[in-house]
């Protein structure tokens, strides 16, 4: 069973549409996150849910909303799509919030926008 | 807030040879050092991590060195093998709330082992 899950695996969209990618982690996990890795690979911390509330929501532009729907739940919805946009997208889990939670990341999401 | 630098940026070596890859912090309030490996188009994966209450850590050809002081960790590979190619990442976390959960990530090292 997968620990970490997204949907989808690739994304190719224009410039100024809205789309989503969904996490799911079936771990039993209490907090989960979103990190955007660009093509430098530096990997940055977007948002982070503890059970269902964020925690943490780093300096990103308001077009990206997330959603907790449930605990093992985390999904982005991103409007008005910017090519600076394009990167791969990881959500992760771990049992707790604080120091010593080992993360698990999904398989990521990567987004092209043309 | 926390600032991880972490070098060098790119590393090669002869299979073999050992690696080490440093990284530096500036929070005290960093407790947790977890090493991420990430093969190429894949997940970033935790291989080795090490507390504030602990020195050194060592698993099998991995091990890693903290100098809480210096506010320093290193990651150490032995006897490195092809498959030890990839992208290694250092992170450091917060103790307790504050700013609980988030993890600052170094800009990674791309290690080559040549055959």
């Known amino acids: 069973d997968t620990a970490v899950s997204q949907t989808p695996k690739y994304l190719v969209t224009q410039m100024g549409n809205d789309k989503s990618i969904k996490c799911e982690q079936n771990l039993g996990h209490d907090t989960m996150y979103w990190y955007k890795q660009d093509s430098k690979k530096f990997l940055k911390i977007m948002f982070s849910?503890?059970?269902?509330?964020?925690?943490i929501n780093e300096t990103v532009p308001n077009r990206f909303s997330p959603k907790s729907p449930d605990k093992a739940h985390l999904n982005l919805h991103i409007n008005s799509l910017e090519l600076g946009d394009s990167a791969v997208y990881f959500c992760?889990?771990?049992?707790?919030?604080?120091?010593?939670?080992?993360?698990?990341f999904g398989p990521g999401t990567r987004l092209t926008v043309l | 807030g926390e600032n991880v630098e972490q070098h060098p940026s790119t590393l090669s070596v002869q299979e073999g040879d050992s690696a080490v890859i440093k990284c530096t912090y500036s929070d005290s309030a960093s407790n947790y050092f977890p090493w991420y490996k990430q093969e190429l188009g894949k997940r970033p994966q935790l291989i080795i991590d090490?507390?504030?209450?602990?020195g050194e850590k060592k698993d099998q050809r991995i091990a890693v060195t903290l100098n809480k002081t210096a506010k320093h960790f290193s990651l150490h590979i032995t006897e490195t093998q092809p498959e030890d190619s990839a992208v290694y990442f250092c992170?450091?976390?917060?103790?307790?709330?504050?700013?609980?959960?988030?993890?600052?990530f170094g800009d990674g090292t791309t290690l080559t082992v040549k055959p």
């Open positions: 992170a450091a976390r917060p103790r307790g709330n504050t700013n609980a959960g988030k993890s600052t």
């Open positions: 992760a889990s771990s049992q707790g919030s604080g120091g010593g939670n080992e993360q698990f």
């Open positions: 090490i507390r504030s209450n602990v």
């Open positions: 849910y503890n059970n269902k509330e964020l925690i």
